[in-house]
């Protein structure tokens, strides 16, 4: 069963502009992690928080979550083309089995 | 910085053939992982190991065997290879429970 899962297939945007991907996750975490997949490459993590923070800032990434509403949120602001890739989140569960568990992914397009 | 590689890059071969695909780290962690990807179905965990000797079954297991010879050497072996098991696998390490984890490039296998 899915523990997380990003809320939309695909997003895109011009590049300048603000887009923000959400991820609902359904267990009590320890933590969250947002990872990137450009193409033809692994996964490589942006940022982690956890259960006890609210926002997490890497340049111009931010990461917010929500325990209450079991939700998450990574906002990246003035994009480049470079931004172009997949994003997920991944999540852990507070008990018993630790792995990580991945979302499906958000396909983020930049446009020039 | 953290370096996962895999080998080989690219593998084809026909239902019923024996595969192994290989992965090495050198970032001196515990932890390592098989994934494979999958369109619409984000990362799914096979094996991992958390040291050399140590094997843990994952959320898809069911024909693959994994062998940790070392802390930096894990292997996937696919015995009897079914067009199923066509897929994008993803080794990873890391330095403990819930952390970050380093992804290799992936191995694009095709199972005919």
């Known amino acids: 069963s899915q523990l997380a899962e990003e809320n939309s297939w695909a997003l895109s945007v011009h590049e300048g502009e603000s887009v923000t991907v959400n991820c609902s996750y359904k267990t009590s975490i320890t933590a969250l992690q947002w990872y990137r997949q450009k193409s033809g490459k692994g996964p490589a993590q942006l940022i982690l928080i956890r259960s006890n923070e609210r926002e997490k800032r890497n340049g111009r990434l931010r990461a917010t979550l929500d325990t209450s509403s079991q939700s998450s949120s990574l906002s990246i602001t003035a994009t480049r083309c470079e931004d172009t890739a997949v994003y997920f989140c991944?999540?852990?569960?507070?008990?018993?089995?630790?792995?990580?568990?991945f979302g499906s992914g958000t396909q983020l397009t930049v446009m020039p | 910085e953290a370096a996962v590689t895999q080998s080989p890059r690219n593998k084809v071969t026909v239902t019923g053939g024996n595969v192994t695909l290989s992965c090495r780290q050198t970032?001196?962690?515990?932890?390592m992982y098989w994934y494979r990807q999958d369109t619409g179905h984000g990362l799914r965990l096979i094996h991992y190991s958390y040291g050399a000797g140590n094997l843990q079954i994952g959320d898809v297991p069911d024909g693959y065997k994994a062998t940790r010879t070392t802390q930096e050497d894990f292997f996937l072996l696919l015995e009897l290879a079914s067009p199923s098991q066509t897929s994008l696998y993803f080794c990873a390490s890391s330095g403990g429970v819930r952390a970050e984890q380093f992804f290799g490039p992936g191995t694009r296998l095709t199972v005919l």
């Open positions: 970032n001196s962690h515990n932890y």
């Open positions: 991944a999540t852990d569960a507070s008990s018993g089995s630790w792995q990580l568990i």
